[in-house]
């Protein structure tokens, strides 16, 4: 294990406005961890394989380490990074490298685009039942919606072969 060189662990990530979410996939009992201004610093033992993982990700733009936080939660170790701008636009990307490493993937449970959290923050919820009634079309289970029966069948599907 001495001569092993450390690989960089998987790390799913995700964003909103103010903050960024990392997630070690790796179950790791006492990972050595450090969050910087403008780097993450992560160094565990894999407990299933035994293998050491080493990253050090430099960031996108500057966080706030005394307001940044993570927990293990077993499996995985969990982050949340405080920006440091926070009216600031999304970031591109995690890293401020050019490059995307191959152990960095989106957290698509976590993600939100910029645009649908500036819809959240106004209030604005999306709901199927006044888009349909919008539409002119009926929504949830209401009596005045009309049944299949009730519905004219299309000329299209009178002369149907039986299904085999």
Not at 18 to 24: A, I, K, P, R, S
Not at 57 to 73: E, M, R, T, W
Not at 90 to 107: E, V
Request: negative net charge; hydrophobic residues 30%.
């Amino acid at each position: 294990m001495s001569g092993e060189t450390p690989v960089p662990p998987p790390v799913l990530w995700a964003q909103r406005k103010e903050e960024v979410f990392l997630t070690f996939s790796i179950e790791s009992k006492d990972p050595s961890i450090k969050i910087e201004k403008d780097s993450v610093y992560f160094k565990g033992i894999n407990a299933q394989d035994k293998k050491v993982h080493e990253v050090t990700i430099p960031l996108y733009d500057a966080v706030v380490p005394k307001k940044s936080a993570f927990v293990n939660k077993g499996r995985c170790i969990e982050m949340v990074l405080s920006k440091e701008k926070k009216d600031a636009p999304y970031w591109p990307s995690l890293t401020s490298d050019k490059k995307k490493p191959h152990y960095l993937k989106i957290d698509f449970n976590k993600w939100k685009d910029e645009d649908d959290e500036d819809e959240d923050a106004g209030g604005a919820t999306y709901d199927i039942e006044e888009m349909l009634r919008s539409m002119g079309g009926g929504a949830g289970d209401r009596a005045d919606k009309p049944s299949f029966d009730d519905v004219e069948s299309d000329s299209d599907d009178e002369n149907l072969p039986d299904l085999e």
